[in-house]
């Protein structure tokens, strides 16, 4: 079955940066198209990139545009969402998904403090 599992989470100083990693098995994941998806301490969910099954194209929400760069290795069905330039505002839980968002991982806590 299809399964995403998220790591590379943690605690880290505003101006720190983090790579998030996301692996994924059950699935073509070369084929597919992936997600990453956020959501705030008492907020809804928010949408952050999109990347293109071949890694050739990328999208980004206008919160994150220039600080975050997702990226993927189809040879280790691995999806990544490197942070830079941490903000206050990017503390919360980090979701990957696919499928048309059918299927998603638990998630990843990124806590911006210091």
């Known amino acids: 079955q299809v399964q995403l599992v998220e790591s590379g989470g943690g605690v880290v100083p505003p101006g720190g940066s983090l790579r998030l990693s996301c692996a994924a098995s059950?699935?073509?994941?070369?084929?597919?198209?992936m997600y990453w998806i956020r959501q705030a301490p008492g907020q809804g969910l928010e949408w952050v990139s999109v990347?293109?099954?071949?890694?050739?194209?990328?999208a980004y929400a206008d919160s994150v545009k220039g600080r975050l760069i997702t990226s993927r290795d189809n040879s280790r069905n691995t999806l990544y969402l490197q942070i830079n330039d941490l903000k206050p505002e990017d503390t919360g839980l980090y979701y990957c998904?696919?499928?048309?968002?059918?299927?998603w991982g638990q998630g990843t806590q990124v806590t911006v403090s210091s």
């Open positions: 059950g699935f073509a994941f070369s084929s597919n198209y």
């Open positions: 998904a696919t499928g048309a968002y059918l299927f």
């Open positions: 990347i293109h099954p071949t890694g050739g194209a990328t």
